[in-house]
């Protein structure tokens, strides 16, 4: 039951769906697994709503994982969606709105020189990692345990994520070919890195990281971590990857690397760039890039990629997110929120964390902060369920997973913050 109505409509969809899709759901952690219960279906969203078939209203902090920083329905977004569908809505050849939206990114993100557009951040990052490859000469990769970098076979290691959400960090079907390529090591924790890449010198052909890992709930880089890489990079002639899916545009128009000043070679985006059509891209420095076909040998490829709608889209939310007072106000929002939730924590006397930056936050149901996937207690997922299905109940959207980040949008009003920290205080209870 979510604030009032059943979910009976849902439940009938979802014992439907799983007949015809695998899990009832075309993405893994939307099937509750983790937190048990129907998944409301959704009928529509506006603003910081988002609206289940049976009828529930409630507060998403979801976004589509991170896409909907205006909020749902934004009518500049529509327009743009609907002005593009008009026009027709694939061509399979270049359009404007692909040199527009690149500029945008080669003018916003410090590093990047030049950028494909792709569909998905997984088509992103795996196309990144290929370009490392081509550009060293190496085959060996280095991820950080709790990080997700989407599906790719050389990603489903030690991932986070959906991944990490179901115990499974890496995945049958991936032959150890390809994972035995794949290194891996804890998050922070350069002393644990420098000893990996002690043993793999001279081979390994890219570090991919996420500069905040927000797929094991929210980390923030310690100090020197991001600069550490960099250096390390530089010593080794290693690329460093920043995977930018869910931090480009969020946490700084210019994304991690403005806010902490540390530039990659490769940049991965999605998300935020689509406005919730599929969009993702990497882009790097101009020499780099230009190894990718059709202007080098490189191959990549894609029949969507830099589609109408989905450019139109992510034009829209750019260039909202390009005007004055933005970033302002989604750090007033979301400062707000973790006071609130910090004041709840420490009057409740829970034992509990709140991690943010800019606008992505989360609650670790820990006494400790959390700097890396293996300081999440064990119990986390179990008190976590708990929290979730109370605030579910009491009409708040959170990710059905411990190991994924609250988004906050431009949509979500003070009324609204202040009633998720209302509601947060009966849920941290039931958390204990
Ligand atoms: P997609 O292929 O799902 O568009 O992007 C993969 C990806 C790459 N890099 C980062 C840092 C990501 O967070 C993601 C995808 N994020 C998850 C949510 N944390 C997608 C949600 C889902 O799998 O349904």
Redesign the pocket.
Known sequence: MTNGIPLQKSEEFFHRAEKVIPGGVN?P??AFGAVGGTPPFISSAKGSKIYDVDGNEYIDYVCS?GPLILGHAHPAVVEAIKDAAEKGSSFGAPTENEILLAEKIVEAVPSIEKVRLVS???EA?MSAVRLARAATGRDKTVKFTGC????ADSFLVQAG??ALTFGEPSSPGVPSSVTNDTLVSPYNDLDSLDKLLSENKGEVAAIIV?PIA??MGCVPPKEGFLAGLRERCDADAMILIF?E??TGFRVAFGGAQELYGVMPDIT?L??IIGGGLPV?AYGGKADLMDMIAPAGPVYQAGTLSGNPLATSAGLAVLDELSKPGTYEKLEKRSSDLETGLKDAIETLKVSAVVQRVGSLLCIYFSDEPIEKLEDIPDNVAERYKRYFHSMLESGIYLAPSAY?AMFISLAHSSEDIESTIKKSIHALEKSR
């Open positions: 993405s952690v939307r994982w998905s951040g997984t990052t997700y970098h989407g599906h994520s959906g996420e927000a797929n995977d899916v869910i991965t999605g998300k993702g994924e």
